[in-house]
């Protein structure tokens, strides 16, 4: 069996416990280990990571990533996970478990600049990069053996360590036949892994899984699966085409077969974007439009800035509220033209708003694009806007001017909360 040290990167034909060539025990062994080419590759509590590596004295300590009591974790340690800290869970929730815990407020600039080093040391290695999120991407290293004089196996232990060595941060990667299993074998083995599941085992490996394994089954569909009687993947991999459509209508062929680990979507690196979003937790509830509406247009120029930098304009905007107690309020429109100006973001976004602030106490608010439009389509002006070029123009000169100066050279104020009342 083909196997590999993932510290000296020794490989050999025959399984090894330890490296003959360094003892190390981070061996991986496998039957297809230098033959599959699909690679999900994951950052490990990226966020904490990174703060980790800034501040070596909370190595050993639980942080969380996150913003104040009200907010939401971003991120946490595997010391901070062992304590029952997750991710997107409430900080009340989080420090209520874990109250010795660090909590450092996210720094998404740091985050994006060392998640885009990560990135380009990936491209490095083949041009198939397909990126899911900062820290998390997956990877076809088909036909790169030549290149590498390695198969992909030992190109991707070796561009593992060179992460931790130049970046500072670990890695897990799962190596497997599709993007699927290699997902699914990502998470097998965190942190610092490196998992393989080999086209022949994946259903055998499946079939004793919770539903809930499979990426898509949420909470929603995981009780729907269970009310049908189908509680593992297995029992969902024996459905037939036709049984799975007759049970879970269109979604269900497509449910059984990747319950089987069957998979045929590509690695692409020109993943469509489909909507691009701002929002911000506050750290008191806010109940009136007035009180909403300054914060909803800085998220309305925030949203403005991640257009123009990803290239699009929005044809659409998402309003979402969530109450005080979480419960999520949605509202939609479309727009005449497409745009990147946060006025008219902020024109179509606040009749929704208005609808909404009905008195009830929202702790967080925001702003999506959605549907995308191409950023050259974005506010050209016609006979019932002559004016959108010009405003265009200034709110360009605004961003030039808050690149120089930051962000408060230049301050709408309707931008600021409303005063305090006295008395």
Known sequence: ?????????????????????????????????????????????????????????????????????????????????????????????????????????????????EGRRIRAMMEALTPLVQPLSIDEAVLDLSGTEALHGAPPAVTLARFALAVEREVGVTVSVGLAANRLMAKLAAERDKPRGFAVIGA?????????????????????LGKRLAAAGFTTLG???????????????????????????????????????????????FEADLATQAALEAPLWRLCEKLARRLKEKGFAAAGVTLKLKTASFATRTRATRLPEPTRLPDVLFAAARPLLAREADGTAFRLIGIGAQPLAPGDAADRGDLADPEAPRRAARWEAVEKLRAKFGEGAVVKGRGLPPPARKG
């Open 1 to 113: 069996m083909p196997a590999l040290c993932r510290d000296c990167l020794h490989r050999a034909e025959a399984a090894f416990a330890r490296c003959p060539a360094c003892g190390s025990r981070r061996v991986v062994a496998h039957p297809d280990l230098f033959a599959l080419t699909v690679a999900h590759v994951d950052c490990d509590a990226f966020y904490a990571s990174v703060e980790k590596r800034d501040r070596p004295e909370l190595m050993a300590r639980p942080v969380i990533v996150g913003g104040g009591r009200r907010g939401v974790v971003a991120a946490c340690c595997y010391v901070a996970r062992t304590r029952g800290v997750r991710s997107a869970m409430p900080m009340f929730k989080a420090l209520s478990a874990c109250p010795d815990a660090v909590v450092i407020r996210p720094d998404m600039a740091k985050y994006v600049h």
């Open 200 to 220: 022949g085992e994946a259903a055998g490996w499946l079939a004793p899984q919770p539903v809930s394994l499979l990426p898509g089954v949420g909470p929603a």
């Open 235 to 281: 029992q969902l991999a024996a459905l037939s085409p036709k049984e799975a459509a007759a049970r879970f209508g269109e979604e269900g062929p497509g449910l059984a077969a990747r319950a089987r680990g069957e998979d045929a979507r590509r690695v692409s690196p020109d993943r469509e974007t489909k909507s691009i979003s701002a929002e911000t937790t």
